[in-house]
């Protein structure tokens, strides 16, 4: 059977969370997810099937790569599609940095690309914010042990519900594994979700444990791009 996938998107666009916050970056949307989390706004069901040569060949003739800071790897969940990334991003033949946003739940299929990956943007999933089992953190806490020697950052989006014992687990597995967290506060239509001081708060928290943590809002739904 052939190695193919459906695209939701292509896009170019300005990376609007984390550290890279502010770079310009080509969006590939994989459809499909794994997880429900209860604010997920994304479309990504609909799309188009590609191969990774006709995904490839797309690419090249209607963007010029150089222009792109990299490609973001997005979805839905992207290593769903682990088999057709083994093929597709050599492709690319390390002539652009790949840079993997994820739910951080299927460490086996990110063993399998690692070496093609230069940063993982990965999730924790706090179950007050997103609804999910805790057992989906502690898959995450898993997930970044296995990122040691790439690049990585792990976003917390959080809103008035995240509890101490959250606060506590997660500021561990910063410990643990060394890498950045990024608290990233829920948006809603007016803004964001909690104030001002309720986030320097929760910092506060986090950085009693564990220092190499910011807060860094949706940065592109204030430059209103997507
Ligand atoms: S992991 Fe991401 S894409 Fe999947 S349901 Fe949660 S927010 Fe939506």
Redesign the pocket.
């Known amino acids: 059977m052939a190695n193919e996938v459906k695209i939701n998107e292509i896009f170019a666009s300005i990376q609007g969370e984390g550290p890279v916050v502010g770079y310009k970056q080509l969006f590939i949307r994989f459809c499909g997810?794994n997880?429900?989390?209860e604010?997920?706004d994304?479309e990504?069901e609909k799309g188009d099937i590609y191969t990774p040569q006709s995904l490839y060949d797309k690419i090249s003739k209607e963007y010029n790569l150089g222009t792109f800071h990299s490609i973001s790897l997005t979805?839905?969940?992207p290593l769903l599609s682990y088999k057709f990334l083994k093929e597709f991003l050599p492709l690319f033949n390390r002539k652009i940095k790949v840079y993997l946003e994820t739910?951080a739940t299927l460490s086996d299929n990110f063993s399998q690309i690692k070496d093609f990956i230069d940063i993982v943007a990965a999730?924790i999933k706090l179950p007050s914010a997103?609804g999910l089992g805790v057992n989906i953190m502690k898959n995450n806490f898993q997930f970044l042990r296995n990122c040691s020697g790439v690049d990585t950052f792990a976003k917390i989006v959080f809103d008035e519900n995240i509890t101490d014992e959250e606060i506590k687990f997660c500021a561990n597995i910063g410990k643990e594994t060394g890498v950045e967290l990024v608290l990233q506060p829920k948006m809603d239509a007016a803004g964001m979700s909690v104030g001002s001081e309720f986030c320097e708060q929760i910092l506060d928290k986090f950085t009693s444990i564990y220092l190499n943590t910011r807060l860094i809002p949706q940065v592109h739904k204030f430059i209103n791009v997507r």
């Open positions: 997810c997880l429900k989390c604010y997920c994304t990504f979805g839905g969940e739910n999730d997103t």
